[in-house]
T-cell receptor
Framework: EPEVTQTPSHQVTQMGQEVILRCVPI?????FYWYRQILGQKVEFLVS????????KSEIFDDQFSVERPDGSNFTLKIRSTKLEDSAMYFC?????????FGPGTRLLVL | GDSVTQMEGPVTLSEEAFLTINCTYT??????LFWYVQYPGEGLQLLLK?????DKGSNKGFEATYRKETTSFHLEKGSVQVSDSAVYFC????????????FGKGTTLSVSS
């Protein structure tokens, strides 16, 4: 059964550094998403992406964040200058018309 | 805006007990409703969904019915197993492709043998 995959599974970085989180969505899906889950809190939407552009984004997704689909398979989330409060689990999801399927997540720790 | 409210956890049950996790929602329009499950150390897995009023989603012995009149989508299972121990998230979307899922805070279920 096709799955969404994410790399790395864990990332530790210093405050102010750039990080890139990678995702490989399910191959025939057209919609791509990033969510995050700060430890002990709810899952929060960051951004959705369709047809090579952002279709929706939340207040969390400020100028420090960007997304890209650099080739036909990868979907990346870049955090330009990480802050302590960016420490969270980041989930990628992909979907067709109805349902979103999630990857296993990348746990990001900013020190 | 749209929102989802789940019962506070943790929920602690013995094996074979009956499970109910309450979920209510606030939404404009006609959302789709979902239950996702997160097993320890893993990502979110879709458990079941319902896309319109009175639909019943079911999977792995879990059921939830989309009740428009009470704006609810409670998760039930007749006989839980230790392997059901996980965090359960209720979620909705606006029923349009590409829109955000809005999640509840999650309910932790712990089942002991």
């Amino acid at each position: 059964e096709p799955e969404v995959t994410q790399t790395p599974s864990h990332q530790v970085t210093q405050m102010g550094q750039e990080v890139i989180l990678r995702c490989v969505p399910i191959s025939n899906h057209l919609y791509f998403y990033w969510y995050r889950q700060i430890l002990g809190q709810k899952v929060e939407f960051l951004v959705s992406f369709y047809n090579n552009e952002i279709s929706e984004k939340s207040e969390i997704f400020d100028d420090q964040f960007s997304v890209e689909r650099p080739d036909g398979s990868n979907f990346t989330l870049k955090i330009r200058s990480t802050k302590l409060e960016d420490s969270a689990m980041y989930f990628c999801a992909s979907g067709g018309q109805e349902t979103q399927y999630f990857g296993p997540g990348t746990r990001l720790l900013v020190l | 805006g749209d929102s989802v409210t789940q019962m506070e956890g943790p929920v602690t049950l013995s094996e074979e007990a009956f499970l109910t996790i309450n979920c209510t929602y606030t939404a404009t329009g006609y959302p789709s409703l979902f239950w996702y499950v997160q097993y320890p150390g893993e990502g979110l897995q879709l458990l079941l969904k319902a896309t319109k009023a009175d639909d019943k989603g079911s999977n792995k012995g879990f059921e939830a019915t989309y009740r428009k009149e009470t704006t609810s989508f409670h998760l039930e299972k007749g006989s839980v197993q230790v392997s059901d121990s996980a965090v359960y998230f209720c979620a909705l979307d606006s029923n349009q492709a590409g829109t955000a899922l809005i999640f509840g805070k999650g309910t932790t279920l712990s089942v002991s043998s």
